[in-house]
């Protein structure tokens, strides 16, 4: 089955400090990931994704890395501000033949706390 | 931009009562929209997938006759939870996608659905 699962339930870094999020896939089959912001209240933030065919891409103060051969994607923010206090979370996007449209599968989500 | 709006935030009626909520992309056509149910503290779980013009696709254990979805244009999809009952109680979030596939979907702000 499909599942998708980050490694650490929560993260504390100091205000100013890089954070990285990681997040483990399981279908192979894959070839889109999302990372999402959520903050209290409010539905997903889209920050940056990435195709099966790179291995890293980057934003505004975010990167985002993908190995496919060990099904792993991660999520780097660089110099951390209070305003990333928030849940993240990574989603894999999967092509479902048989209902003729993709699911997007949610991990379980970090929650990233910005220490000032 | 790609900006989605939901509406109501908030909902609290009685039991055996039927609520509408309304997802609008405002600023982009949206040929699939989503709809996800969240828990407090959990993951986003995807309820539906809704295209314009057709029938809405259910995932496994969503009743269609308890939780109805119309999406009659490219800009609108509604989600009715008909009869409601305590259970239904929830985060109920949309989402929209443009064409084609593997683009994210952009999410709105969810709803709060309580019922006493």
């Known amino acids: 089955g499909e599942s998708v699962g980050l490694h650490l339930p929560t993260l504390s870094v ?13 279908n192979s089959a894959s070839d ?3 990372w999402y912001k959520q903050e209290s209240g409010k539905g997903p933030q889209f920050i940056i994704d990435i195709r099966s065919n790179m291995d890293k891409r980057q934003g505004q103060r975010v990167t985002v890395l993908l190995n496919k051969t060990v099904k792993h994607l991660s999520l780097q923010i660089a110099a951390t501000q209070p305003g990333d206090s928030a849940v993240y979370f990574c989603a894999e996007n ?7 449209n993709e699911k997007l599968t949610f991990g379980t989500g970090t929650r990233l706390t910005i220490i000032p | 931009g790609a900006v989605v709006s939901q509406h109501p935030s908030w909902v609290i009626c009685k039991s055996g009562t039927s609520v ?3 997802c609008r992309s405002l600023d ?4 699939t929209m989503f709809w996800y149910r969240q828990f407090p503290k959990q993951s986003l779980m995807l309820m539906a997938t809704s295209n314009e013009g057709s029938k809405a696709t259910y995932e496994q254990g969503v009743e269609k006759d308890k939780f109805l979805i119309n ?3 490219l800009t609108l999809s509604t989600l009715t939870v008909t009869s409601a009952h305590p259970e239904d109680s929830s985060f109920y979030i949309c989402s929209a996608r443009r064409w084609p596939r593997n683009q994210p979907q952009h999410f709105g702000d969810g709803t709060r659905l309580s019922i006493l």
């Open chain 1, 14 to 26: 100091q205000e100013g400090d890089n954070s990285i999020i990681n997040c483990a896939y399981s």
């Open chain 1, 32 to 34: 889109y990931f999302i």
């Open chain 1, 94 to 100: 999967i092509e479902r033949t048989n209902f003729g």
């Open chain 2, 20 to 22: 509408k909520i309304e």
């Open chain 2, 28 to 31: 982009f056509q949206a040929t």
């Open chain 2, 71 to 73: 999406h009659a244009s």
